[in-house]
């Protein structure tokens, strides 16, 4: 196959095209615009490789995704480009619009004029396969407040049939995105199936999300921000097994179905920060704890509580379950930027210092 990855120089779609090149014979084009979160540093390792090909392209610019699609002949696009990081909508929303909204309504006109000229085999086999996450379903219901519930420990999780609830303005952007993708599929028959992720994590993660930032900061003396209390949970995810499971997908999942990955790690944010540390303490000790640095910040606006994903459909259809623990997986986050400061320091060239975002509604 030929694989067009959109956003391959991210956190989630560079693992993907490791992925691809060390583990299959398949081909992939990379097409990414190069925001501060796309760095082809973490893609060393495939550069020269021949079944891979670089390509810097938004994906809101349709003449330039004409031409790609016509040189290169894909046969499934796997859609990951994307604004990701909460905070960042906050403070700004145009660019979370016009990238997840408008971008994939231009993907998605590129990709059904190109699927439209194929012959008959070659639309049948044909897929798009968008990855979205879950936080288009909003939040679920804590364990503090489901206290004496005739629940008990039965705590609910997200499922393929969950009401889209959309708390933030980046949440809003992928489940408007998430809606158009279904919608080509039923009024034009485009072949398109969807995943929604938990939280992912492990190496070349940019360091504005929670554990590479809390890495970066310990190891330095800076005080690791948490947001409110540090009770928010969510479903952690290693990278690796998101990649392997989206392979999956793409290769072997049914056209019109939503798949659900979670990485079945239920933490407290609290309790991630605290792990690192400990790991820390274990890997690079020094007199004092690193935990002594743990400061609590004022908690972010509409800030969900609980995220956690039901993969049995993953699971049962796909064949596929994660391979590691939380244990196990942020051992080798920590290991890795342990071993890669050099990449760190390259990525954040100077305009990002892990400084709080998204404070100008805080402060509204």
């Known amino acids: 196959m030929k694989i067009l990855v959109t956003g391959g120089a991210g956190f989630i779609g560079s693992a993907v095209i490791r992925h691809i090149i060390g583990n299959t014979n398949d081909s992939v084009i990379n097409l990414d615009k190069l925001t501060y979160a796309g760095n082809l540093e973490s893609l060393t390792s495939v550069v020269n490789n021949e079944r891979y090909v670089f390509e810097q392209v938004d994906i809101c610019n349709r003449a330039e995704l004409d031409n790609v699609f016509a040189i290169y002949k894909p046969d499934a696009v796997m859609h990951l480009a994307a604004e990701s990081h909460v905070d960042r909508s906050i403070t700004g929303p145009a660019e979370f619009i016009q990238t997840n909204i408008v971008g994939t309504y231009t993907l998605l006109e590129a990709a059904r004029e190109y699927w439209n000229t194929l012959g008959n085999d070659a639309r049948k086999a044909f897929r798009f396969h968008h990855i979205s996450t879950d936080e288009v379903y909003g939040d679920l219901p804590h364990p503090d407040e489901l206290a004496g519930s005739p629940l008990g420990k039965e705590l609910p999780l997200f499922t393929e049939q969950t009401s889209y609830a959309p708390s ?14 279904r919608s080509w599929l039923r009024t034009y028959g485009f072949p398109t199936i969807i995943t929604n992720c938990s939280n992912n994590y492990g190496p070349f993660h940019f360091p504005e999300k929670l554990i590479p930032l809390v ?150």
Request: include cysteine; charged fraction near 25%.
């Open 168 to 181: 933030s303005p980046y949440s809003a952007s992928k489940a408007s995105s998430d809606h158009l993708v």
């Open 215 to 364: 890495i970066l900061n310990a190891l330095e003396g800076k005080n690791l921000p948490i947001y409110g209390k540090g009770d928010q949970i969510r479903d952690w995810l290693y990278v690796e097994d998101h990649a392997r499971a989206l392979y999956k997908v793409v290769t072997e999942g049914k056209v019109g179905e939503t798949y659900n990955i979670g990485g079945h790690n239920e933490k407290q944010n609290i309790e991630v920060v605290q792990s690192i540390c400990s790991i820390l303490d274990d890997l690079v000790p020094k007199k004092s704890q690193y935990a002594e640095q743990i400061t609590f910040v004022t908690d972010r606006p509409g800030h969900d509580r609980r995220y956690a994903i039901d993969s049995t459909k993953m699971s049962k259809e796909l064949n596929w379950q994660p391979l590691e623990t939380f244990e196990t997986g942020l051992r080798k986050t920590v290991q890795w930027y342990l071993e890669n400061q050099q990449w760190c320091t390259n990525v954040q060239d100077g305009s990002y210092q892990r400084e709080r975002l998204g404070e100008i509604a805080t402060q509204a």
